[in-house]
């Protein structure tokens, strides 16, 4: 019963309170008050402290008024003869251990500050990932956002066997779900039971091993309450309505595998503060009846082979998992996972070997192509024989009455992630450009390239069926073939960019609204014209009209601009009508081409973002993959706290980051010609468009190289005297302000 | 009448006998000589308004249907009736203006010894009341909360401030029916008014504006109360204690607190635990110190705020003192029996009376002034540890049992104990209902009452609806009869409750029957119901939630304006005993049953308890029945598309 619980959790949270307040001060001995400490690269200081309490802590001293707050309300332990109420004490009792253990692994940072990983990917001698910082944020986030990550599971401690933890950690994957691990139970956890069994853990393949001791499964809470901070645009400290936010759009759950100890109960009543359920292999008490999560909150003695099935259900989640007929396991959390040096059976593509791989998806007629017609040309797997590599060409033909061309990049392009999907299947690049991996695993599976046929066939029909009603795949193996394909593709390529080049706002009357990420950031809408792709980078305008034809009633509708009222700044009475319903009148207008007046607001997003530099009389540009500082004085992390959350703030923008090459690019004032700062990578990734976008407003051919970067300086005095020697047309301009 | 006919509780029963070997005479004693008691009273008939009366209409119709002015059975009865909710709300009314008053002294800075205890509820009630709050000092802020707080009762026009804690529908119902409350004051004079010889003479609108006066009471004076007190003394959180006679003990000066306000009673716990009255009672011989017990609602006052025991409920008042061990008895107001002093002269305990507006022959009356609180604290007290040195030498204990309790229900204190600090919220209370592990919800409040085996009805009706899944919400002496069965202990209470209540209160750590304190705090109840409707998913009207008061042992007329002002809120409404308008045929339909089309709530009768307690879950599921939550409902599982749509929805 609940009093089991109850009783073990508080007396959890004062162990765990005095453990760390013990380290507190000896940490105040060696280091003294003033030590800067917090979590690598993250404008949210210590996460959950700061989003629940709304206190910042950035020095060690600053940690003393969290020790009281915690001393406030850690309950006193439950009497065993006429005990008082103990629900509410018991989840006090969490967030107190979250809140102490927050601040034990910020001190393990200062004191030892290799002992995690920084990024997304484990090293051979360390495969602790620690925080999340606000890159892998809002990269992830963005899956959570858009649905391709429905949730994630805390798992605490290991599986009996290391069989059982690959297989549950499979069906979660499966089932697209992130898997936070922490813990161990009698000296195994379940992350090192991966490891020996061969599984890739990282980011990249949802399996993220946060640490080894409990107090590791804060940095779930903290990626938690990031979440409704970021996408809910909740204020730091107000802590009923982030908690409320993970209860109704985070759909996590925490596993306990193996004895749960009362560190354990203390951290199962911090995640019912969130609303996630506990799911336990062992036969601890239950707690069924609803109210703080949505369903049960303690479920136990799961048997292992019904445990991730039982936990969706306890979470009130359901996964569509679309059924693949291939031999190896199917699912969004196995798109980042890598096949490398002596797993690989076969190459093809990326110039290896003098290879290459060309995908095409085009348009036939109906009654040119047979449905499900799979073909394979060439020899297979099995006669290539391992270690082999040879150049692909995968032709796909789609037919339908609802289909138009201006779909078939869009579809084209899915071949990415859909290939990625299979384990032991790892796709690069697109086009003419692509590189295809296939692991010895997957081919002793029985995976053949007829599979990567299914693949496509299967998923097409599953996402785009509104749209077509055939699938034709061909995939050719022979130099010969591929070569043919190759040319047919690359005339169909031009086609395509041309017409894509020639898409200009002042052509289309209709403009799409896009509120794919309203089940995470309700209060934000994106407007996606041709010239200016969704802020996320994402969606561009063809690709919200195809998912308007796909779905009429979902996330991209359309919006008509109606009469223009300011042409230069991108003003139009039917958008601004949009925009003002859209936002329920807190916001009136918007100009889509201006960072200084009324430039469009921001949910938490954003690819990029622009700000401006006022000595330079210009503007900078920061993606979200650069952590480091900008001229602006702040980093991304900070000056996406400034935009987003469906702010407007003048001199501010965020948006994709194509839509720095686009013509109508701040055009109300001046147009890329503004732009003074890039990252280094940015540059370099834009670098061809950006010059041809300069040319075409009559800036000069190398305009890029005009433009400052991290490598030069990121003090805005001395860009503006490096600009000044360059010539960067930006200094001669009008004042911006 | 044999002693367990007369008390279901064994302490009283045991002291009921020796009493009678003592030939000491207790209220059973004035019944029986009462009796047979006068039909027509009995039956709400009997007209004394005038003096061309008394007049009695005849209820089987073979007499008189009209007194000499005119008046039928229905206006008679009517007019009766709504003067007793005139009395009751006047009792509690006044009680907190009382308590206005006092505090508008502490925000003064007048009345030493109190202080600002729970500054959250007063910035609260500041913004009910719309003061600024800025950086204003506290006693600022409480001193115009307190202001505008007092002018509630003589507000001539307009509505009072409380009502807007209501649902938006019931305060728009209100409205419309014409009996939102003015002023608490203006109401109740009304009825007198009304009431007079040849004024209202037609019962509905009689009835409709016992209505009004009931509401200034519940969302009025007595919400006023239970505010002003918790933001003096501190809003009750979980505490435990101990109920029944069983607390006296042999080496300690025990005094026994009786009565309803608690500006005394707090005083007397502050200085009962000074160390200068610890020595001043072993002084007189009482080597433990000194034993304070409440008794009746000041018992209640002190148990949710200090954990003080309950001596026991308002037929222990005589009784406690057949213990010999009882050195004084403190009252201040309502439900004193004026036989304490009669009863005290078989013993030596000492009857102080403190109020300024309540004397008694017999009684030792030691005025409390709240400028000099402390000093009368000390004068009382005083007086009870110079006592013990008279006690009777043979007085040994003779009764032991005390059943332990967790009391302290404060609405606040559900709010968080269902979530925690962080969380805190009615959901999970309105989740449990809607998924019928909790059927309903019911208040059951009340006195005691001589007529009927003292404690026994509340008992049995209490554990029928628990029984039953329906969590029971007390206040009064109600409160004080279940504790005494175990009810409110958190482990044996659970013992009696059906599996799914049960359920939901292990994982709380509750027991199934709560205490919310005294009858003013009859308003936590009000409190509560709308804060149930406010989370949402249970209707947007208290009239919509599967819930119901009772009150099987009913005596006083504050019970007739308590009951009222549930039925004018919209619950279903039972009494036991009997009922004051039973003559009056046309107008017992209408509280019975018509009255719900205008307010939603009606008045019931049921004297059995367990047959009552059937009516009120009868009534429950016909409530969940209209809720469409008499079914079990399917998980829903959501996926991704759901969950956008579900965003729409918020948005």
Known sequence: MSKIIASAGIRGAHAIVERVRKKYTEMMDTHGGKTEVGFPNTGYYLPSIYGLLGHKIETLEDMGP?????????????????????????????????????????????????????????????????????????????????????????????????????????????????????????????????????????????????????????????????????????????????????????????????????????????????????????????????????????????????????????????????????????????????????????????????????????????????????????????????????????KVEVAGREFQADFEPILERQIHHLVNFAQGSMHIGQRDIAWFRISKTAYEKGFRFKHIGEIIWAKYHSEFGAILDKVKVTIFTKEEDAKKILKLARASYAVRDARVEGMVDEDEETYYSCTLCQSFAPSHVCVVTPERTGLCGAYSWLDCKASFEITPTGPNQPIEKGRVIDEKRGQWEGVNEFVRQASRGTVELYNAYSIMEEPMTSCGCFEAISAIMPMCNGIMTVDRDYGGMTPSGMKFTTLAGTVGGGAVTPGFVGHSKLYVVSGKFIRAEGGIGRLVWLPKNLKEELKDRINAQAVKQGLSENFAELICDETVSTDEMEILEWLTEKGHPAITMDPMM | MNEKMKSGDPVTAQLIGQACEESVELCWDRLEQQSPQCGFGNLGVCCRICAMGPCQTDPYGNGPQRGVCGADSDTIAARNFIRMIAAGAAAHSDHGRAVAETFIEVAEGKAPGYSIQDEQKLLALAMDFEVEIGDRAINDIALEVGKLALAQWGQQEGELVMCQRAPLKRQQLWREQGIMPRGIDREIVEIMHRTHMGVDQEYHHLIDHGSRAALGDGWGGSMLATELQDILFGTPVPVVSKVNLGF????????????????????????????????????????????????????????????????????????????????????????????????????????????????????????????????????????????????????????????????????????????????????????????????????????????????????????????????????????????????????????????????????????????????????????????????????????????????????????ISIGHYFVASGVYTVFGVSFPTLGAKKLTEYLFDGIAEKVGGKWDFEPDPVKAAQLMIAHIDEKRKALGIDKKKERVLMDMEMRRAEADIEA
């Open chain 1, 66 to 394: 969290v020790f009281d707050r915690c001393r406030m309300l850690l309950p006193p332990l439950v009497k065993e003869h006429v005990h008082l109420p103990y629900l509410g004490p018991a989840l006090d009792a969490g967030a107190v251990a979250l809140f102490a253990q927050e601040m034990e692994e910020c001190m393990r940072y200062l004191e030892f500050p290799d002992f995690y990983v920084r990024g997304e990917d484990v090293t051979d001698d360390n495969i602790w990932l620690g925080a999340a910082d606000d890159v892998i944020l809002r990269k992830r986030g963005v899956e959570f956002v858009d649905g391709t990550a429905p949730g994630f599971a805390a798992i605490l401690g290991a599986a009996p066997t290391t069989e059982i933890a690959v297989q549950i950690a499979l069906e979660l994957q499966q089932k697209n779900l992130y898997v936070f691990m922490a813990g161990e139970h009698n000296g195994v956890r379940f992350s090192e039971q991966l490891v020996e069994a061969g599984v890739e853990i990282g980011w990249g393949t949802r399996l993220v091993s946060f640490g080894p001791d409990v107090s590791a499964a804060v940095f779930a809470a903290g990626f938690a309450t990031r979440a409704a901070l970021t996408f809910g645009g909740i204020e730091p400290g107000d802590y009923r309505r982030v908690l409320i936010y993970n209860k109704d759009r985070v759909f996590a759950f925490a596993m306990t595998l193996g004895h749960v100890t009362d560190q354990w109960y203390a951290n199962g009543l911090m995640c019912v503060n969130y609303g996630f359920p506990v799911i336990a292999d062992t036969p601890i008490p239950q707690i069924l009846p609803t109210g703080v999560c949505t369903y049960e909150h303690v479920v136990s003695n799961v048997p292992h082979d019904e445990i991730v099935q039982r936990s969706v259900e306890v979470r009130g989640l359901k996964v569509n998992v679309s059924k693949v007929e291939v031999p190896v396991a199917y699912g969004a959390a196995f798109e980042g996972e890598r096949v490398r040096g002596p797993d690989i059976y076969f190459e093809g593509g990326g110039g290896r070997g003098g290879t290459f791989a060309v995908e095409w998806t085009t348009s036939a007629e109906m009654d040119a192509i047979e449905d499900h017609d799979i073909q394979l040309i060439g020899p297979d797997l099995d006669e290539l024989g391992e270690n082999s590599k040879c150049s692909l060409g995968i």
């Open chain 2, 248 to 559: 006296l003990e042999e080496d300690q000066v025990n005094i026994i607190l009786h009565g309803h306000e608690p500006l005394l009673s707090e005083m007397i716990v502050a200085v009962s635990m000074t160390d200068e009255m610890k020595e001043y009672a072993a002084s007189k011989g009482a080597t433990g110190g000194i034993n304070l017990g409440g008794m009746c609602c000041t018992a209640n006052e002190i148990l949710m705020r200090h954990g003080i025991p309950v001596a026991g409920d308002f037929l222990q008042q005589e009784v406690a003192m057949v213990t010999g061990l009882v050195e004084a008895m403190v009252v201040d107001i309502q439900c004193i029996m004026q036989s304490l002093p009669q009863v005290a002269k078989h013993y030596h305990t000492k009857i102080l009376t403190t109020s300024r507006i309540a004397r008694m022959p017999d009684a030792q009356h030691i005025e409390f002034h709240e400028d000099r609180a402390l000093e009368s604290a000390k004068e009382i007290v005083k007086v009870a540890c110079d006592n013990y040195q008279n006690r009777q030498k043979d007085a040994k204990k003779t009764v032991f049992d005390t059943i332990d309790l967790v009391a302290g229900f404060s609405h606040e204190t559900i709010n968080y104990l269902l979530g925690g600090s962080f969380r805190a919220s009615y959901r999970p209370l309105n989740d449990n209902i809607i998924n019928g592990k909790i059927r309903g919800i019911a208040g059951v409040v009340g006195c005691n009452n001589a007529k009927v085996p003292h404690d026994l009805y509340h008992i049995e009706m209490v554990k029928e609806l628990v029984k039953n899944d329906v969590i029971v919400l007390q206040t009064g002496c109600s409160a004080i009869a279940c504790a005494k069965e175990g009810l409110m202990d958190p482990v044996k209470g659970l013992e009696f409750a059906g599996p799914g209540l049960r359920e939901v209160c292990e994982t709380v750590g509750i027991p199934p029957v709560l205490h919310m304190g005294s009858c003013v705090d009859n308003s936590r109840i009000l409190m509560a119901a709308a804060a149930v409707v406010k989370e949402g998913g249970l209707g947007d009207d208290i009239s919509d939630l599967p819930a119901a008061g009772a009150a099987p042992e009913w005596m006083s007329e504050k019970a």
